[in-house]
């Protein structure tokens, strides 16, 4: 059974990376119960080694799963996770892609880690124009030990694709961990249709290795750090949709887990919202 909110409750989304060890079914029924309207799930790796979950066009989990959304009155959102370096090919993609459509899924979620910035436009490019086929947007997301490093190079990327349905996705500690300010972020608003929520705290970390270590394990939830995410939201207006990722760590349940970052990230909202 869904969840239920009051009228004026805020659209908030998660990302699987949230309590990623939950199936997709499994995440859909505890993002709903924990007051969420949306959800993001990962159809393909983030890095060598990384869970993620299949979900192939007509298969038996797929329907169990648009089932489920049906029943809980939750959408899917995005669809992570792609890395778009020197080998990529986009065509290799298209069970994925496809697959995220049939589910429901909006846009897609990549980064860009490639050198040769020609090639990376060309293949970022590739992958908008296969994902429009099926009805998707592509959002890229700035992280500082990638090639794409900073939301200007994201929103430059974006710019260089001349891609209709490209975007620029906010995460809050890439985005302010690498130089973003609220400023530029009106500045560029127009390219911005996805944001994630998330706090961290202490000095910014400097090597690679530690950069890493804070996306992947040292987050906290909205609220919780020291980022200004009640100006964030606040710039963002209606502007994007809005989500939160904050990977699970130590004992918590992950339904525990999922109602205490709901709670954390309603607190941002206005009384309007």
């Known amino acids: 059974m869904a969840a239920v909110t009051s009228k004026s409750a805020p659209i908030i989304g998660v990302a699987h990376f ?3 060890l939950l199936p997709p079914v499994e995440f859909a029924k505890a993002a709903a119960r924990a007051g969420f309207s949306r959800i993001g799930l990962r159809l393909h790796p983030a890095f060598p080694g990384a869970p993620y979950y299949e979900l192939p066009v ?42 995220a459509a049939d589910i429901g899924a909006r846009r897609l979620s990549v980064c860009g880690d ?42 430059s990327l974006v710019k260089a694709s001349d891609a209709r349905n490209a975007g620029a996705l906010v995460d809050g500690v890439h985005f302010f961990r690498n130089g973003g300010t609220l400023a530029s972020l009106r ?18 970390p400097v090597t690679p290795e530690e950069m890493i270590a804070e996306a992947r394990g040292g987050r906290f939830a909205p609220g919780e750090g020291e980022l200004p995410l009640k100006e964030l939201v606040a710039a963002i207006g209606s502007s994007a949709a809005i989500s939160v990722e904050v990977p699970l760590a130590g004992f918590a349940s992950p339904e525990a887990h999922l109602k205490h970052l709901y709670d954390k990230a309603e607190g941002l909202f206005g009384p309007d919202r």
């Open 18 to 20: 949230s309590s990623i």
């Open 187 to 204: 500045t560029e608003m127009r390219w911005v249709r996805h944001v994630q929520l998330c706090d961290v705290a202490g000095p910014a």
């Open 114 to 155: 490639d050198p040769d910035q020609s090639r990376l436009v060309s293949n970022f490019a590739d992958l908008c124009r296969l994902s429009d086929r099926y009805g998707l947007a592509v959002d890229v997301e700035n992280m500082g030990w990638r090639v794409t490093r900073t939301f200007r190079d994201s929103v």
């Open 58 to 99: 007509g298969g038996s989990v797929a329907g169990e799963l648009k089932s489920v959304l049906a029943g809980e009155g939750v959408e899917v959102f995005d669809i992570e996770f792609f890395v778009i370096d020197p080998a990529f090919d986009a065509s290799s993609l298209e069970a994925t892609v496809a697959a």
